[in-house]
């Protein structure tokens, strides 16, 4: 009898598939924390049309990975849409404030259906062993914009860039693509090994300024610790909530114990520190983390605004009390993301541009 050898036809060239692979993380590769399919799934809501994954193969081998998805038409969000940030709409928001403005005088039935590129969590960057490569940089363009094009998709817009891929961002530029400074994300790198080494850091008027208000906090019989995520976090959801009100939502309690319960399947409470303040054993404010190795990243916090002294304990349990904290737990980055750069700054982080970029038609800047 004849052994039946099936021949198996390896991947090369782009593949587009729904959802992420079931080994992206190890396929992936090393990179930002977000690019996990933790921190990926924890957001995925907001790309448009589903999350896809654009993955450029060569014989099986994973090469360069983004994911996106596929937007019909403006839908208004200032951070999200590429409508809003490339016409400066998004500017008063702190978006792609100093433009330039590709899409200003475009009319949105030549950009839509548009194919959005990003990472859901506030940075981009390409996935892959070969994400420092600039020929796998200019192959993946090239393939994604064809495959762009098969579909019916008029435009193609990469969102929040990272700037620590000059390969890439050279590649968009040899291609045609306008590099459109979006916004700055900040980080605190962790350079000390005690407070006082991190007050040091501060300009003199911030470190007076710090210990006055730690004075006070503990003057007011207020306590700053941190501890472990719980199985039952009901005063983290009622504080969310009322933050969510303060600024004009519409408080949501279901939607934000979806969040939570997601962050204790996903994440595990070995990874999520809670930083709060209490008084009297009532919750005033909390500053949620999320670790990664060596890094700390802030997701989510929250404040009782009812409470006369909740005002003085922001600050503490989103930067004092982390800094304090991050050199014995071998944190090396504190990130904060992106908004409030002045306040962030001024206690000590530092600042990264992340870039949109998108294909100019000189038509939509004359016009």
């Known amino acids: 009898m004849t052994d039946i050898v099936m021949e198996r036809r390896t991947r090369s060239g782009l593949v587009v598939r729904d959802g992420l692979p079931d080994d992206w993380d190890d396929q992936a590769g090393a990179g930002p924390a977000t690019l996990s399919a933790r921190w990926i799934g924890l957001a995925a809501p907001r790309l448009p049309g589903g999350l896809r994954t654009f993955a450029l193969y060569d014989d099986d081998r994973l090469s360069v990975a983004f994911t996106g998805g596929v937007q019909d038409a403006p839908n208004g969000h ?8 490339l016409t400066g709409a998004s500017a008063p928001e702190g978006v792609a404030e100093h433009g330039p ?59 929040y860039l990272r700037s620590d891929h000059p390969e890439f961002a050279g590649a968009l ?11 700055d994300r900040c980080d605190m790198p962790v350079t000390w090994t005690g407070f006082d080494g991190y007050l040091r850091t501060l300009s003199r008027n911030k470190r007076t300024a710090v210990r006055r208000e730690l004075r006070e906090i503990a003057e007011r019989g207020i306590t700053v610790t941190e501890r472990p995520f719980g199985d039952e976090e009901a005063e983290l959801i009622g504080l969310r909530c009322k933050l969510v009100a303060k600024y004009g939502g519409t408080p949501d309690p279901e939607r934000e114990a979806t969040s939570l319960r997601y962050l204790r399947d996903h994440f595990g409470g070995g ?26 990243t802030v997701l989510m916090n929250g404040t009782d605004h009812d409470h006369p002294d909740a005002s003085f304990v922001y600050f503490a349990t989103m930067f004092y009390r982390p800094a304090e904290l991050a050199p014995a737990l071998g944190v090396r980055t504190i990130g904060y993301g992106i908004g409030t750069v002045a306040a962030k700054k001024s206690r000590g982080c530092t600042t990264d541009t992340l870039y949109a970029a998108v294909r100019t038609n000189q038509r939509w800047e004359t016009s």
Request: proline content about 10%.
């Open 271 to 296: 990874d999520l520190l809670v930083v709060e303040a209490r008084k009297d054993g009532r919750m005033l404010a909390f500053s949620l983390f999320i670790r990664d190795g060596d890094s700390l």
């Open 101 to 159: 403005h590709p899409w200003r005088h475009a009319d949105p039935a030549d950009l839509f259906p548009c194919l959005l590129i990003m990472f859901p969590n506030y940075e981009t960057a390409p996935a892959g062993p070969d994400a420092k490569d600039p020929q796998a940089a200019r192959r993946f363009i090239g393939a994604l914009n064809t495959w762009a094009e098969d579909n019916g998709i008029r435009t193609v817009v990469y969102l």
């Open 78 to 85: 200032p951070r999200f849409d590429p409508h809003m940030i």
């Open 173 to 183: 530029a040899e291609t045609g693509h306008t590099l459109v400074p979006m916004i």
